[in-house]
């Protein structure tokens, strides 16, 4: 029977719908609409092209993978297709997709499969040749990716090189994986762009994309990309039979892989597994959206082959969507440490992912205004990586007419004093030095571990200094007494006393936290240290150009010329001057000679040590190794104190060399 025209037209509405869609998503990292949104869409008209195949068109999303590569990068053709997945979403359908491999197996027993999260990144290929990484590239559509190797090489998850053996057994290798950002490191970063005035990324998958597709590889560089390996494009490779056998092999040389991989047995083994990831996904510090499933035996992958865009042999079970719908009560603005004015919906609480949220960031005027969002609205809300909360749109269609429309403020809503949007600048920010809301961020920023690390100078007593007007300014902090301490809230004469104490100790910080400590824009605690290390004393990086800044690998020129304006301002002058006169040493850093005992060693800190994890992720650092929050097959020790939990099992278990504190000062041979 021929599709009546309404088909027709719906058929290519459809089509062009989800190409546009598609083509935000992959290519320019702009998603208009939420997952299930899109799923919805695409549902419907692949049931469209089975009720009526005639209709298929050349153009439709189901004959390709994924989106086009962007005409800026030079397109790589991949040798053997990165093909998509079948998704389920129930029991049910797992069930079907488990009936149909026995069918084609021909076997009525379980079947073996490897099962591991759905990671939500960017897809990327490796190719070793001679065991060496030459090209690395994006999915793209499918068969032609964008080359970007060298992007890819900056992320110390990726081996530059194969084992000899490896290199040997397997001449050309093809490792496929997902580069993705962890939760708390992509949270980092939007608010780093935010305080810089620039567009922050929707989603920890965009923020990926977003910094792999950078025409500079030094930004990349910047970024906290994590490479997580999921397979090889071979199935007939000697001495890997099966799915399981390439992830041991790929862990063996290097690559991350997840560390819930593992093997079940039929339907309910698989079913037991999705149950589990759905339980633990809220805990998790990346983000998932499902849970892929694999036949295990290659020679079983084999006979059951291909369709038009995926595998027979694998399915995607995905979560089902997370948002939830609530109405906005207010909509306020907030002013953080560098005076960006943050607009932020105050919501009717409603849970969300396990969580009750009462309000989301709008980040700034241009997105408030692109919602179009007003007091009374409906909204439809989710956690973006499960973490922040965010307004996914607003439900137009809901409105009443007695919404109320806020505008952006004009002035300061902490100070009053006039607000400006530098050019090329997303935020509005107020550059009064005074204002209050600044002032108390940045005194709690100025005592944070990173910085001067001022034990008792939390935010509640922050806001108390300044608001009685103790603090103009952090150098104000050295000028205090007892007597001044003594009358505010929850303020007793030890407490008074031990606040004294530590902030007379931070006298004598490390220069690259006392660069910290100053809250210029941009600079933060790797840009600090490049800094230190650098000039290595306070004064020549005071007086430095922005053209001798700008020379330094890791600074660029927007953060040499915050630098050059954070030191020319009168009032910064004068805090320093402040500082230098309370006795801050300002020490210079020691030129480092000799070999660095740890250099490229990677650790992982737990239980309880004689002094505090910063203070031994410092010797880390200091002496050339880096530090992990998580035990994985890339961790060469476990500095281990007393009471470790489960960081020092899952050493254990992966053979990771564990330390207490005498070994690993036998490491540093202090």
């Known amino acids: 029977m021929a599709a009546p025209e309404t088909i027709k037209k719906e058929y290519r509405e459809l089509i062009e719908k989800i190409n546009h869609h ?19 869409l695409y549902d419907r008209m692949l049931a469209i092209e089975e009720e009526y195949p005639e209709l298929r068109a050349a153009d439709s999303p189901s004959q390709r993978v994924g989106a086009e590569p962007l005409p800026e990068f030079e397109s790589v053709e991949h040798r053997l297709r990165m093909l998509s997945l079948q998704k389920v979403t129930t029991r049910e359908e797992f069930g079907e997709f488990d009936r149909r491999v026995r069918e084609g197996l021909g076997t009525d027993g379980p079947v073996e499969y490897v099962v591991e999260p759905k990671l939500d990144g960017l897809a990327v290929e490796l190719v070793y040749e001679n065991g060496l990484l030459t090209i690395g590239s994006t999915r793209g559509d499918g068969t032609r990716g964008e080359n970007i190797t060298q ?3 900056t992320l110390n998850s990726i081996p530059l090189s194969l084992s000899k053996e490896a290199a040997g057994t397997y001449p050309l290798l093809e490792v496929r994986g997902e580069a993705i950002m962890h939760r708390s490191e992509f949270a980092k970063l939007n608010s780093r762009l935010e ?30 990309l994590v490479f997580y390996a999921y397979g090889i494009s071979e199935r007939e490779l000697p001495g890997l039979p099966d799915q399981y056998a390439v992830m ?25 597994k999705f149950a589990e990831l759905e339980r633990i996904r809220p805990k998790l510090n990346y983000e998932i959206d499902g849970m892929v499933v694999k036949v295990n035996r290659f020679d079983e992958q084999i006979r059951l082959g291909e369709i038009s865009r995926a595998p027979r042999w ?31 919906a105050k919501l009717e609480e409603v849970p969300v992912s396990g969580v009750k949220v009462t309000n989301a960031s709008l980040h700034n005027e241009d997105i408030m205004k692109a919602l179009d969002i007003r007091v009374g609205d409906k909204v439809m809300v989710r956690r973006a990586g499960d973490v922040i ?25 902490s100070c009053g004093a006039e607000i400006h949007r530098p050019e090329g600048e997303a935020a509005w920010r107020c550059f009064n030095t005074a204002c209050p809301a600044q002032l ?47 009358p505010l809230d929850l303020m007793g004469e030890k407490k008074a ?34 800094l230190a290390e650098h000039f290595r004393d306070f004064e020549k990086l005071r007086n430095a150009s922005e053209e001798e800044l700008t020379e330094i690998e890791g600074i660029g020129p927007k953060i040499a010329q915050s630098i050059r304006e954070f030191f020319q301002q009168k009032q910064n002058e004068e805090m320093l001057k402040k500082l230098y006169h309370s006795g801050v040493e300002f020490r210079s850093v020691a030129k480092k000679t000799g070999p660095s005992p740890l250099a490229d060693l990677t650790f992982v800190i737990t239980g309880t040590l004689s002094r505090s994890r910063d203070h031994f992720k410092k010797l880390i650092i200091d002496n050339g190794g880096k530090v992990t929050g998580s035990v994985s097959a890339n961790t060469d020790y476990l500095l281990a104190g007393e009471n470790a939990g489960s960081k020092l099992d899952k050493a254990k278990k992966l053979g990771i060399k564990i330390v207490d504190e005498e070994e690993f000062n036998s490491l540093l041979k202090l």
């Open 248 to 272: 041991r092999f790929l862990s063996r040389e290097g690559f991350r892989i997840n560390e819930h991989l593992t093997r079940v047995s039929g339907i309910d083994g698989v079913s037991d």
């Open 497 to 530: 006393q031990n606040l004294l104490d530590a902030v007379a100790r931070s006298k004598t910080r490390e220069l690259p936290r006392i660069i910290v400590a100053l809250g210029i824009f941009g600079v933060g605690e790797t840009a600090a240290r490049t």
């Open 314 to 344: 694998a399915v995607a079970w995905k979560f089902a969507a997370e948002e939830a719908e609530t109405v906005v009560e207010d909509i306020m603005f907030s002013v953080g440490r560098t005076g960006v004015v943050t607009p932020v």
């Open 440 to 486: 108390k961020e940045r005194l709690f920023h100025f005592a944070s571990n990173d910085a001067m690390e001022i034990d008792g100078l939390g935010d509640k007593l922050a806001e108390q200094l300044v608001e009685k007007g103790l603090v103009k300014d952090p150098a104000d902090l050295y000028r205090l007494t007892k007597e001044d301490l003594l």
């Open 389 to 413: 909360p965010e307004v996914v749109r607003v439900l137009y269609e809901e409105r009443t007419g007695h919404e109320t429309i806020v505008p952006f403020p004009e002035v300061c809503p």
């Open 195 to 224: 305080e810089e005035g620039l567009q922050p990324f929707a989603n920890p998958r965009n923020a990926s994309a977003g910094s792999l597709r950078q025409l500079d590889s030094k930004i990349t560089a910047q970024r906290p």
């Open 151 to 153: 992007n890819l090489k």
């Open 22 to 40: 598609a083509r935000l998503y992959y290519v320019h990292d702009r998603p208009e609409i939420s997952d299930a949104e899109y799923d919805k």
